[in-house]
């Protein structure tokens, strides 16, 4: 069965420089999330969906962090204009059970991004 | 606001020694708890807890899980240098995953 994909792996970008990254879940997982991961802090939850709705954005920075999942598969997160404080591992994850029962996540490898 | 306290953030120990590691919790309407390895890629999972006083097992690790305390244990008999990494403790309340800060374990041979 093959995981959850993430791309790109690593980036490097300017400050106020834009940046998007992707993520395509297991297949047939219904939920799929969105985590920042900042350097000795544990995942920090940025968006969940179900399907293609939006089930918690509370934590996101919506003035500059966006993401969407068209047709509840693949989903794009983007950060436009990014901040030092953006640099962080930028999880994807998905899971089989939706709103009753989180139940196990299976995560991305993640994508690495450093703002200069 | 939901709190996963971890503890110790981190430790080093040598190959064969005990592992015990602590996460406390303080939520509102809690489903489970996980615990996952995170090494240099993505976390994997380990257990997911959501009866108290069943201790679940895996190989040298094992898990247990205080409901009334408002804690879980991990434990890691015999350690490997393989078992060094990150342990996060994760619980699951009003469908949202609310992660703690991680135990670093290093294991030296």
């Known amino acids: 069965e093959a995981g959850v994909a993430q791309s790109p792996r690593y980036k490097i970008i300017e400050k106020r420089q834009s940046v998007a990254f992707w993520c395509n879940p297991i297949?047939?997982?219904?939920?799929l999330y969105w985590y920042q991961q900042i350097l000795g802090q544990g995942p920090k939850l940025l968006i969940q969906f179900q399907n293609n709705g939006v089930v918690d954005d509370s934590q996101l920075p919506k003035d500059r962090f966006s993401a969407e999942r068209l047709k509840g598969v693949d989903s794009t997160l983007k950060i436009q204009p990014a901040k030092l404080e953006d640099s962080a591992v930028y999880l994807c994850?998905?899971?089989?059970?939706?709103?009753?029962?989180?139940?196990?996540?299976?995560f991305g490898e993640g994508s690495r991004l450093t703002v200069l | 606001e939901d709190k996963v306290v971890q503890s110790p953030l981190s430790l080093v120990v040598h190959e064969g020694d005990t592992v015990t590691l602590n996460c406390s919790y303080e939520?509102?309407?809690?489903?489970?708890l996980l615990w996952y390895k995170q090494e240099k890629k993505a976390p994997t999972f380990l257990f997911m807890l959501?009866?108290?006083?069943i201790e679940k097992k895996s190989g040298r690790l094992s898990s247990i899980l205080d409901k009334k305390e408002l804690f879980s244990i991990l434990n890691i008999t015999a350690t490997q240098t393989g078992d060094s990494a990150i342990y996060l403790c994760a619980v699951e309340a009003d469908n949202r995953l609310a992660f703690g800060k991680g135990n670093q374990v290093v294991v030296i041979p």
């Open positions: 959501t009866s108290s006083g």
């Open positions: 939520v509102t309407n809690f489903r489970s």
């Open positions: 994850a998905s899971s089989l059970r939706g709103l009753a029962n989180t139940g196990e996540l299976f």
């Open positions: 297949s047939g997982h219904a939920t």
